[in-house]
Structure formats: structure tokens, C-alpha cells
């Protein structure tokens, strides 16, 4: 399938400085629906790394140079061409990631409207003049780049996750290096060849490639140029970096785990509720880092909400992303689908109640099939992780405090939904619930427009919005005197 994407977008190791740059390793690259090889590709590493933020540090001041309209023109036409070879972009993300092809060109236009929006937000990077203590003072206040930018992103959205820092970072007149997950390289890639056709000066977007997570991340999270670090992934990777930023006082923003609930309660529109939760639960097949993981249905309205809910899971098409129809694709690889497997083994012997699915296609597949399971307790394992596969565990509740208790008893923040038609109980619990983003009758909630982040152990910073610019940017005051 490699043979039906352009061939100019399949490159095979790290882009720093401007240079297709191969290192000393390779790793394959596999396609998880037929888990069958895709192409090798060369594998930086830690040296390789270093280089690659000198080159950033050394081209960051010229970029920042340049005006804001000049920088957006760069970033807009980097949009463009995102969007021109969205056919390719997404085949290549299916095949790699394994997501269904519309799934994946969404995708491709959800990465690059962050383009768009930073490129517009360059040219309203405002600061402020503030009244002074006397007439003959003046207070400024300016907002400049922090300088080379770094990240670490994930293999579940491959394009998206590295195109809202970097178009964030790119804005601000910061450069950029970023470590991208090693199943799912070949996206990101591909990006950077656009980027380079766009006229993104070398050294402004490095994208290093490879298996030594570890080597490269100690240079991206503590070279002495690095001046901020981004990362999306897992709360316990995060707190490691962490803790490798804190030994140079590095500006950090981490987007970690979460544990998402989905809260029905009796005034909900139960079918507007199962449309929200098939959006928020099955995109991805589970695999996103705000997926609905736990089902909160008031008891009242749970027959009726499974009766209609139970058909349309059973009718989700399982197959290989880009054959048509598709709309559950395979997990990633072999420790996540015995991950899934474990969480759903001792929730049933626990006591839960399978619905449908339950069991992987075959003992080879890494396909898993959209499962359902009642009488799920707080207590279980499967209530408390994040489950990353296409898995609805549903608990039952009584009274709208249980529901916001259940909901809270969660050391994440990330993402909750809920749906009433009740607007005064819409206010209580949305005032009540402790997440950094909220869906309310609505299931899908990410957008350039909005400030996307968490809080609790779920990380800090916000990606995108009028405020995505703000982890990007340090505030300089000026106090002129003798006016």
C-alpha cells in the first residue's frame, strides 16, 4: 500500500538542520492491522539529538527576527501543502498508526488548522502598557519567544500532537526539535518534507527518529539551549521528564493520562448520549488521551440507554484502516492489547457483566472488537487506569452527588462528559466536576479554537486558543524613566 502514497513523502531517517540525517541504528516500522514490515528506517540517537537543538539554538534568533506576518506566511503555506497531500498524509497514517482512513484524514486537517490558528494569533502576540507611578515613568510589558522548543509526542495521533506544538512554537519565533514516537515515524516525516517545501528555515523543525527514547530524552529535557520541553503522553513518563527539567529550571508543559468520565444522567437525550459516547469511546479504537473510560449512567434510565447502545456497538465495523467502512481499527501492538485483555479478565471475575465482544479476533490479531460491560465498581482496576482500547464499562448511580463523587475519585483531570437537558443541572455539575476540559451533550471537544490541557495529575499548559501562545512566550517588563 506504501506504492500508493507519494513517493517524495516516504523518508527513512531524522530531519535536523535542514538535512536528511540517517544514524547508526534502524528499526522497523509496522503496519499493526497486518503486522507485516512497512520500511526500515535509521535511528538517531543521543549525539544525533544534540545536534539538532545546536541547530535550533543557532537558528532561533534569525526566525524570531522576522516579522510576525512574515512567519505566518511560512506557517500558512506549510498548511497548504498538509492539506494538499491529505490523501497521501492520511494513508500513510493508517498504515502505520492503523486508525480507519477517515479517521485519519480528520486527523490531517485537525493538525494543520493549528497552522492556521497559530499563523493568524503570530500577528496578535499584543502586550501591555501600564500605568506608571509617576508621570515621567512608563511600564511596558513585551512578549518574546522562549527560544528552542522541544518535544516528545505520541503514536496515537502522530501528525496532530506534533503539528499543534510546533505551529504554536513556530508562532511565537521559538525553534523547534521534537522526538516522535518510533511505531509511528513515518508521519511526522512526511511533515517534514512539507515543511521544508513551505520554506521553514533549517534548523527552525528538526524531527528525530528512533529507539533510544532514553538517550535522546535526557538531551531534550536537559541541554543547556533547551529552553522549554513539551510532552504528551503517560503520567508516569511525564513525571520522569519532569524531573529531568527540573535539573536546568527548563518552562515545561505536559499533557499526561486521564481517566475520562461519561456521565448520563435521568434528563439526558439517552440517544444524543449514545451518539456522544460511540464518538467519545470507539475514535481511535479507544486509544485517545481523552476517551470516555468510565460510563456513569443513572439507574433510572440504564435499560434504556443499553437497549439502545447495545445494537449500534455490535454493528461498529472491525477491519483494517483503510478498507472501506472501517471504523475500529487495530490497537497498536501486542502490549496493548494484553493490556485490554488483563483490565477485562479481572473485571469479570470481579463481578462485571459482558455485553458483547470481549475476546481479541484471533490469538495473533491485534484487533480487538468493541466490547460492553455493566456492573462496573469504582473499586475495579479496569474503573481506575486508562483503558486505551475500544472497551465501554459501565457503572450505575442514583443521585446527581454520587454521580459528581464517582467522577471526581480520580487522581486525573483531563477530559469528563456528561449530558443533561436540564441547564440548571448543566451549571451545578459542570461548576463541580474537576477536569480541565468538559464535554457537556457533546462527545468530541478538541479544536484549534479551545484551550486543550489538563489539571490534577493529568499535567499543566494549554495547547491551542488565544491562550496557546502563553508557554511559549516569556514576559519582558520595561520601566523607562525620565520621560
Known amino acids: 500500500m506504501l506504492t500508493n502514497v507519494d513517493a517524495s513523502l516516504l523518508k527513512t531517517c531524522s530531519f535536523i538542520n535542514g538535512q536528511w540525517q540517517a544514524g547508526p541504528d534502524s528499526f522497523a516500522v509496522t503496519n499493526p492491522a497486518t503486522q507485516q514490515v512497512l520500511l526500515d528506517v535509521h535511528g538517531a540517537n543521543a549525539d544525533m539529538a544534540e545536534v539538532a537543538v545546536v541547530a535550533a539554538a543557532a537558528a532561533q534568533a534569525a526566525w524570531a527576527a522576522q516579522p510576525a506576518q512574515q512567519r505566518a506566511s511560512v506557517l500558512l503555506r506549510w498548511q ?8 497521501d498524509l492520511a494513508l500513510l497514517l493508517t498504515l502505520e498508526q492503523g486508525k480507519p482512513l477517515t479517521e485519519a484524514a480528520a486527523e490531517i486537517e485537525y493538525g494543520a488548522s493549528y497552522l492556521q490558528w497559530f499563523a493568524e494569533e503570530a500577528k496578535r502576540l499584543y502586550g501591555d502598557l501600564i500605568p506608571a507611578p509617576a508621570s515621567d515613568k512608563r511600564i511596558l510589558v513585551q512578549r518574546q519567544p522562549v527560544g528552542v522548543v522541544t518535544a516528545i509526542t505520541p503514536w496515537n495521533f502522530p501528525n496532530a500532537m506534533m503539528m499543534r506544538k510546533a505551529a ?18 513515518l508521519s511526522a516525516l512526511a511533515c517534514a518534507e512539507l515543511a521544508q517545501q513551505a520554506g521553514v528555515p533549517s534548523g527552525i523543525f528538526n524531527v528525530l527518529v528512533g529507539t533510544d527514547a532514553q538517550g535522546m530524552g535526557e538531551v531534550l529535557t536537559q541541554h543547556p539551549k533547551v529552553n522549554k520541553f513539551s510532552f504528551t503522553g503517560s503520567t508516569a513518563v511525564g513525571k520522569k521528564l519532569l524531573q529531568q527539567c527540573a535539573t536546568g529550571v527548563k518552562r515545561v508543559s505536559m499533557e499526561l493520562g486521564g481517566n475520562a468520565p461519561f456521565i448520563v444522567f435521568a434528563k439526558a437525550d439517552i440517544e444524543q448520549a449514545v451518539t456522544g459516547l460511540l464518538a467519545a469511546k470507539f475514535r481511535n479504537a479507544g486509544q485517545t488521551c481523552v476517551c470516555a473510560n468510565r460510563i456513569l449512567v443513572e439507574e433510572s434510565v440504564l435499560p434504556d440507554f443499553l437497549a439502545m447502545l447495545l445494537p449500534k456497538v455490535k454493528a461498529l465495523k472491525m477491519a483494517a484502516g483503510e478498507q472501506e467502512g472501517a471504523q475500529i481499527g487495530p490497537l497498536i501492538d501486542e502490549k496493548a492489547i494484553q493490556k485490554v485483555e488483563q483490565l477485562i479478565e479481572k473485571a469479570l471475575a470481579a463481578g462485571a457483566v459482558l455485553h458483547c465482544g470481549g475476546q481479541r479476533q484471533a490469538a495473533d490479531s491485534l484487533f480487538y472488537p468493541a466490547t460492553v460491560l455493566t456492573d462496573v465498581r469504582a473499586d475495579m482496576e479496569i474503573a481506575q487506569q486508562e483503558i486505551f482500547g475500544p472497551v465501554v464499562a459501565i457503572s450505575s448511580f442514583n443521585s446527581e452527588a454520587q454521580a459528581i463523587q464517582l467522577a471526581n475519585a480520580t487522581e486525573y483531570g483531563l477530559a469528563g462528559y456528561f449530558y443533561s437537558q436540564d441547564l440548571a443541572q448543566v451549571f451545578r455539575v459542570a461548576d463541580a466536576l474537576q477536569f480541565g476540559m468538559l464535554g457537556i451533550n457533546e462527545g468530541i471537544i478538541s479544536n484549534a479554537a479551545a484551550p486543550f490541557g489538563g489539571i490534577k495529575q493529568s499535567g499543566y499548559g494549554r495547547e491551542g486558543s488565544k491562550y496557546g501562545l502563553d508557554d511559549y512566550t516569556d514576559l519582558k517588563y520595561l520601566y523607562l524613566g525620565g520621560l
Open 168 to 185: 504554536a512554537a513556530l508562532a511565537a519565533g521559538c525553534s523547534f526539535v521534537v522526538k516522535v514516537a518510533q511505531q509511528t515515524p
Open 80 to 87: 497548504q501543502l498538509l492539506l494538499q497531500h491529505k490523501a
